[in-house]
């Protein structure tokens, strides 16, 4: 579980870090991005780079040191290229990210706690753990008992003007969800290939 202050956090490692930070209101009031207060930061070393993007990833996705070391492992088995392509999937396809993904969540942590809570069925078995990995033709459903909790109601009005990834699908009708493909990195914001060097070492 975070338990730093997330302003802190995205001063620290950049706005993109969390949803909240990635607005107006925060760039005024941050003196590292821009603020009245602006301040040039200081250069990182190559280390200290590193360590700020394998921060970025840990606290975007909410995962653990040990859970972010075993998905660079898993994705370092990929022979050739495209080991950034895998550790991509590996974090977009987590159940609590893909949740969030689909627009059910206006962050990753409150998706992770609609997945810990029972509210999803995955291809009609119910998954409490967040870290599930989702694949290709799944089927995500809210459950029949979570579907009038206070959480989704008003489901269709909050995300009419959301637009979500190609790489999932959801009908409101039916109050439930597709993964369409793989995930592809077009995430901006995390240096994934820095992170893996950090790793190799």
């Excluded at 950034?84 to 993904?101: H, I, P, Q």
């Amino acid at each position: 579980m975070l338990t730093k202050p997330k302003f802190k956090i995205c001063r620290r490692l950049g706005p993109g870090v969390y949803d909240k930070c990635q607005t107006p209101k925060f760039s005024a009031t941050s003196g590292k991005f821009g603020g009245p207060n602006a301040r040039r930061p200081k250069a990182l070393s190559e280390y200290g780079t590193q360590l700020v993007e394998k921060q970025k990833i840990r606290f975007s996705y909410g995962i653990t040191e040990r859970q972010l070391s075993n998905y660079v492992k898993k994705a370092s088995l990929t022979k050739g290229a495209g080991t950034a392509d895998k550790f991509y999937e590996a974090l977009e396809s987590r159940l609590d990210n893909t949740v969030y993904r689909m627009g059910l969540s206006n962050s990753r942590r409150g998706a992770r706690q609609m997945v810990s809570h029972g509210h999803f069925i995955v291809n009609d078995h119910k998954v409490t753990i967040a870290s599930y990995q989702v694949k290709p033709e799944d089927i995500i459903k809210i459950r029949e008992g979570s579907k009038a909790k206070k959480i989704f109601t008003n489901l269709a009005e909050r995300m009419k003007d959301y637009i979500m990834p190609v790489w999932v699908s959801f009908n409101i009708d039916k109050m439930e969800g597709k993964v369409v493909a793989l995930p592809k990195n077009t995430e901006t914001f995390l240096d994934l290939n820095v992170v893996l060097e950090f790793y190799s070492r």
